[in-house]
């Protein structure tokens, strides 16, 4: 399962500016399909069972937190890369860190830009699973949710 998660570096990201406007959009999106996360984490309860539609009980199977950082005026976070981050064998989770480049920051972000750093990150994770002897990534239920998010962006205007 996957989640997205955003940092920005300054106070100019308005609702309205292009790549805050696209990554908010993509976080409700990828939530809205994908449905809530229910159970606990390291800073306590998720979001409480819903009664109908789709869930994800963290720490049930492999997931990944995708977290977009976005440079500003009060933090850079320096040159565009894709990263892992921190894997927890606990909940089953590793996260993943992209760093915007400024072209996308100055172009307000695109969706095909969103949806491939994604799909990356996907990679990413499916391979630390492996390597850590986990349970293996779902990566053909992540994409399936990725190409949602996908047609949904698009049909919002993205």
Do not use: H
């Amino acid at each position: 399962m996957i989640s997205i998660g955003t940092i920005y570096g300054g106070p100019e990201f308005s609702p309205s500016s292009g790549i805050k406007n696209l990554l908010e959009s993509t976080v409700k999106t990828l939530r809205k399909i994908r449905g809530p996360w229910v159970g606990n984490d390291d800073y306590g309860p998720c979001d409480s069972r819903p009664e109908s539609g789709p869930f994800f009980v963290k720490g049930s199977a492999p997931s990944l937190n995708v977290v977009f950082s976005v440079s500003g005026s009060v933090a850079d976070f320096g040159v565009a890369k894709i990263e892992v981050g921190r894997f927890s064998r606990k909940n089953q989770a590793v996260s993943v860190s992209v760093i915007v480049s400024g072209e996308e920051v100055t172009s307000g972000g695109s969706v095909d830009f969103v949806i491939s750093a994604l799909e990356k990150s996907i990679q990413i994770a499916s391979e630390v699973f492996k390597k850590k002897k986990n349970d293996p990534f779902d990566i053909e239920k992540a994409t399936s949710l990725l190409n949602q998010t996908r047609e949904s962006l698009i049909e919002q205007g993205f």
